[in-house]
Structures are given as C-alpha cells and as structure tokens.
C-alpha cells in the first residue's frame, strides 16, 4: 500500500510531504495548543479557556489581561519554546551521530554537564542566578567537544 502524498513544485524548489505526516502534525499542534491555553488557565485564580482565548485576542476584561499577558503567558511561552528547542536538539544530534536511538544521557553529555554544575556550587562561587547553568552548558559544550575529538579518525 502506498501513501499519498502531496507534492509541490516552484521553480527548482520541490516540496513532498505525506498526508499522514500533515495529520499526525496537525494533530499535534492542536494538542498543544490545547495544553497551552489550559495551562494560561490554571492557577490560583483560575480563567476558564474561553476566556484565556479572549484574552489572547484583545478581549479581555483588565483582570484577565493582567494575569493572563503579563503572569502566565510568559511561563507557558517558555514552556512550549524550550520544549521546542529541546526537540529539535534531540533531532539535530540523532542526525549528527547517525543514530535514531542515541541520546545526550546514552554518551556522557548530561553527566558532563551535571559535573561542571556540581563543581561550581561545590568548588567555585555560585552565588550568581546564571553561574550554574553557564557552568552546565560549559560542561556540557566541554564533553561533546571532548567525545568528538576522540571519535575523529581521518577527517570524519
């Protein structure tokens, strides 16, 4: 059985994408869209999701402006770029190690991070907010360099 797939073209430009690719990411998009509003929503002063809706288009009352654009909207906006990001990092790294299954946890790269942080607020002063994760990204950067230049062989 093949599937069908929709396919455009535009001067040397070529675009073919599976239809079921389409719903599964429509699909998706809606779940999150879904969770994001619901999580605008929750708190201690709880907005129904018609109105978080509302609010998000311009019609929302000034106590619902409030909480909803400037308390929570920057949370869950955080919440869904960083996951985002994270995904896409994950892609990018199964590419570059040609591995559907591998994982920054699977070579070390996590526990290069996780010595670095530990090492600053063991070691070093992390009396900074940012002095941590610095730390941790370092470590993190330190041991996939590190992997990297022990897995060079002859230019690959």
Do not use: K
């Not at 073209?9 to 690719?21: F, N």
């Not at 605008?40 to 509302?54: H, N, Q, S, T, Y």
């Not at 985002?84 to 299954?101: E, H, K, P, S, V």
């Amino acid at each position: 059985m093949t599937a069908r797939r929709i396919t455009v073209r535009s001067r040397g430009v070529s675009l073919r994408v599976d239809r079921r690719v389409l719903g599964v990411l429509g699909l998706l998009g809606a779940l999150t869209l879904l969770a994001f509003v619901v999580s605008v929503g929750r708190g201690e002063f709880a907005i129904a999701p018609l109105d978080v809706l509302a609010t998000l288009a311009g019609s929302g009352s000034d106590a619902t402006n409030f909480i909803v654009l400037d308390l929570r909207l920057p949370r869950a906006l955080t919440a869904v770029l960083a996951g985002i990001a994270l995904g896409i990092a994950g892609a990018i790294f199964q590419d570059l190690a040609r591995n559907a299954l591998v994982s920054p946890d699977v070579i070390g790269i996590t526990s290069g991070a996780a010595l670095a942080a530990i090492s600053v607020i063991i070691l070093g002063d992390a009396s900074g907010a940012m002095s941590v994760p610095l730390a941790a990204l370092g470590g993190a950067l330190a041991t996939g360099a590190l992997l990297y230049a022990l897995a060079w062989r002859c230019g690959v």
